[in-house]
């Protein structure tokens, strides 16, 4: 096999969590176009929104809220396969030390320049949550729309790993698996609800939250986890994800 058959083929290969992450993608499009079509013929049941009305049934949202409760326990919880590395890297499990002498004053220089490039993104987000809170507030919007608002960032979250991410413009990563912000993506998914007062919001609030702040402890304590050049196994040599559309080229560098 010649040199450019070679690299064709590599090129066109596509990794088993890729294309995993492929066939979620077009799960969650499927939800969101479910969830706006009952919205329209049966608005009615958004009324789980409201106070304890979670206890009063069940329907399709209590099952999307399974799966959202479900995939941040995983984010929660070490696991050897099956979760993307770069959401399992704070974990002593997923930590692969680099064979040469760690550069400790490079890693806090990594650590502050991305902390900052990550409070960018989230005050970023805090003037999006409150324009929605303006537009909840004024009656312009309500419970349901801030709900389909939560589901749309529920597909944007894998466009953001699959096809392309905004973020990278501020933090600069090469890839969602060295991503700073990786296990932000549940907090940012649905603090747009943030505004609604109910069991259904809340619970998924705090549990991303949780989800969010044992990130941001163990970014702080255990930091040489989250750095290319001190967890061998976040670099492109080391990749089995294969969740970057670029691993190709940077592979054979």
Known sequence: MDKTSTVKKIKTKISKTRLEYIFRLVGRIICLL??????????EDMSILEGM????????????????IIDMILQLIPVKDKIPLGSQ?????RFKPIREKI???????????????????????????AVLGGLYWGGIIGNSVLFIISVFFYVCDLICVLIWCPF?????NKCCTT??????????????MIF??????????????????????CVMVYPERFWEYS??????????????TQYCKKLRK
């Open 231 to 244: 967890n061998a196994a976040l670099q492109c040599s080391q990749c089995t994800d294969k969740l970057c």
């Open 53 to 68: 009305n979670f206890f009063k049934g069940f329907s399709m949202y209590h099952i999307i809220w399974i799966i959202w």
């Open 34 to 43: 479910v969830c706006i079509l009952m919205l329209i013929f049966k608005s």
């Open 168 to 172: 990278r413009l501020i933090m600069k």
């Open 196 to 217: 609604i007062i109910g069991f259904y919001s809340i619970s998924l609030i705090v549990m991303a939250f949780a989800v969010w702040l044992v990130w941001e402890f």
């Open 179 to 192: 991503c700073r912000i990786f296990n932000w993506d549940h907090l940012m998914m649905f603090t747009p």
């Open 103 to 129: 550069n400790y004053q490079a890693l806090k220089e990594y650590v502050v320049s991305t902390t900052k490039a990550a409070y960018k993104i989230f005050l970023i987000w805090v003037a999006l949550l």
């Open 89 to 93: 890297k704070l974990f002593k499990l």
